[in-house]
């Protein structure tokens, strides 16, 4: 198994070979995916699996995350402000006190996910997927549905 800085190292470069390799792995080794204080600030990740990763505290602003799985991810803290999130898959990830202000969510998979404590200020979420999420303290002023 590579390095976690391997990992974000080819995930920064290469996306497709990163999905390869996430590919490749057995399913132990894909939930222990942890990526947790990462910074991927404005960072191509279009198209990445990132399903079930580790992102907490994760630097994501600005991140281009267009049809993006990040399914079942555990984003917790994570600062994701003004990423693109078009088309993502976002179901049953843990977003609690996450930081989504003026982020794309347009036509994102948000179902069953966690958003409690989550600030979404000025967030796109036209054509979301918003079945069965729990929004218990989110912040949504001035959000666009």
Known sequence: MKTKEEII??????V?????YRQDLFEQEIYDLDL????????DLSGANLSSAKLNYA?????????TDLSSANLFNANLSGSHLVNAN??????????LCRANLWNANLSHASLW??????????GADLTKVGLLRTNLDYANF
């Open 36 to 43: 947790s204080y990462v910074d991927l600030n404005h960072v």
């Open 59 to 67: 630097n994501l602003n600005g991140a281009n995350l267009n049809d």
């Open 90 to 99: 976002l179901s049953r990830a843990n977003l609690g006190d996450a930081i």
């Open 9 to 14: 190292e080819l995930l920064k470069t290469d």
């Open 117 to 126: 404590g989550t600030k979404l200020h000025y967030v796109n979420l036209r």
């Open 16 to 20: 497709q070979a990163f999905n390869a």
